[in-house]
């Protein structure tokens, strides 16, 4: 069935420094991936997406990179800041429909 | 603020009590979709439609979940004889089709339900 793995749970770095996070898609017909950033008693907000026919996309310090024949693809944040701290959710869908989210990425940015 | 609203924030019921949420999405977005997030987990899609017509219904939902959108704008999701494990975020969010459009999903603020 459809499953969205994301790794890790849980990710501290220091500010300043680089912030990776992985997801795994099981369904070869997805084509649309958003990630979305939720703080504490928040909305889920988007922060960046890609499409299936593009293999990186980047938005100032934020990247996201997608292998398609792997089925993996991954959020990478440049020069954490501290409010870059929050819970970070993979997506996926098929043909603009339902998303499949991953399990998120608690994300905390030392000072 | 012409971001997706919910109503209520916040539903406090007993067991067994039917409840109901509304959700008004971005105007002129054709798709609306809810979703359900417990405490420390990604948000569960519950079920979608494209303007009136509900196109996909998830296999987890138990038919005492039942969701309208009778005129394509705003949408209705109903728990009736809610259980414990009801308890539970549950979020709207809408889109519109490509054209012209994106197939970016907005999400609403979020109706926090707790049966007690």
């Known amino acids: 069935g459809e ?8 990710l501290s770095v220091q500010e ?5 996070i992985k997801c795994t898609y099981s369904d070869s017909a997805s084509n649309y991936f958003p990630w979305y950033k939720q703080e504490l008693g928040k909305r889920p907000q988007l922060i960046i997406d890609i499409r299936s026919n593009v293999g990186e996309k980047k938005d100032q310090r934020i990247a996201v990179t997608l292998n398609k024949t792997a089925k993996h693809f991954s959020l990478h944040i440049t020069e954490t800041q501290p409010e870059d701290s929050a819970v970070y959710f993979c997506a996926a869908s098929i043909r603009r429909g339902k998303l499949i989210f991953g399990q998120g990425t608690e994300l905390s940015v030392k000072p | 603020d012409t971001g997706v609203s919910q109503n209520p924030r916040h539903k406090i019921t007993k067991r067994g009590q039917n409840v109901t949420f509304r959700c008004d999405p971005i105007s002129e977005h054709n798709r609306l979709y809810w979703y359900r997030q417990t405490l420390g987990q990604g948000p569960e899609f519950l079920t979608y439609f494209q303007n009136e017509a509900q196109l996909e219904k998830s296999r987890l939902l138990s038919d005492r979940f039942s969701a309208e959108r009778p005129k394509g704008s705003f949408s209705t999701l109903e728990i009736q004889r809610t259980e414990q494990g009801d308890s539970a975020m549950y979020l709207c969010a809408s889109s519109s089709l ?5 197939d970016t999903q907005y999400f609403g603020p979020g109706t926090r339900l707790t049966v007690l």
């Open chain 1, 3 to 10: 499953n969205v793995e994301q790794h890790p749970s849980t």
């Open chain 1, 16 to 20: 300043g420094d680089s912030a990776v």
């Open chain 2, 98 to 102: 490509p054209e012209g459009g994106s």
